[in-house]
């Protein structure tokens, strides 16, 4: 049989063990992660390194939260070593796909009336940011495509030398694809094979679970050491008493 002391030790180890296990910042998919305000170091350890063509990469990452599916691309991290020529384009009006699940959902973005603003911005001379209303048409297989919705992109157009790159951020609601509620540990993916190889993912982590599990290591610390706090106490009055009756 377990003694108290043996069983709080075990409960404190467990929880202990538990905290060091617990890390997941690259698959949690909080609301904490990503503002959209066109400040970009927030993606920062949250995108992948993805092969665009034989000699050229890009970073592309995706968070999410309740409301929201974030996507961030930039076109040629490199530029400046590593002439990609016109591969390195704001790719706001294209298509590509996002995955929820085992349910890939079309989306098309911006595509005709974003033409000419894309271009203007391409081809500036100067580096230039700018925020853009951009439409998404999201393809759903019981239904075809749906009614546009519109969201916002930030765009940082960055020239140096004769080269120049662009980077992104943007996001889609969770009501344009049709979904109310997001499970925990769903995996949720973005691809394009146009512009990239492969797909970009993260699992959803619902609410993050790191403070309940810290609170509850906090308690059993407490807890404990109200218990031995109190036997200490029982043995110094039981001795105390003895002392007492040997008088």
């Known amino acids: 049989m377990f003694s108290s002391r043996k069983m709080f030790l075990l409960i404190v180890s467990f929880f202990c063990v538990a905290a060091l296990l617990y890390n997941s910042p690259s698959v949690s998919g909080n609301s904490t992660g990503v503002v959209m305000n066109g400040n970009f170091k927030d993606w920062e350890g ?22 929201n599916i974030y996507f961030y691309m930039d076109s040629a991290p490199d530029f400046r070593t590593n002439n990609q020529g016109g591969d390195n384009q704001l790719y706001l009006n294209t298509d590509f796909t996002i995955t929820v699940g085992d349910e890939a959902y079309p989306v098309s973005s911006g595509h005709g009336f974003m033409d000419n603003q894309i271009m203007n911005f391409n081809n500036s001379s100067k580096s230039v940011s700018q925020v853009f209303d951009i439409k998404y048409w999201v393809w759903r297989q019981e239904y075809g495509y749906q009614p546009p919705t519109v969201g916002k992109a930030y765009a940082q157009h960055i020239v140096a030398g004769n080269r120049s790159n662009n980077i992104f951020e943007a996001q889609i609601p969770f009501s344009a694809l049709g979904i109310k509620e997001i499970p925990e540990n769903t995996k949720i993916a973005i691809s394009n094979e146009s512009i990239w190889r492969g797909n970009v993912s993260i699992n959803y982590a619902g609410s993050p679970t790191g403070p309940w599990l810290l609170a509850g290591i906090s308690l059993v610390f407490a807890g404990g050491g109200y218990y031995l706090q109190n036997q200490r106490r029982k043995k110094i009055t039981a001795s105390a008493t003895n002392e007492v009756i040997h008088a």
Not at 53 to 66: T, Y
């Open 46 to 67: 949250k995108y992948q390194n993805v092969r665009a063509n034989s000699d050229a990469f890009r970073h592309v990452g995706i968070w999410a939260d309740k409301e």
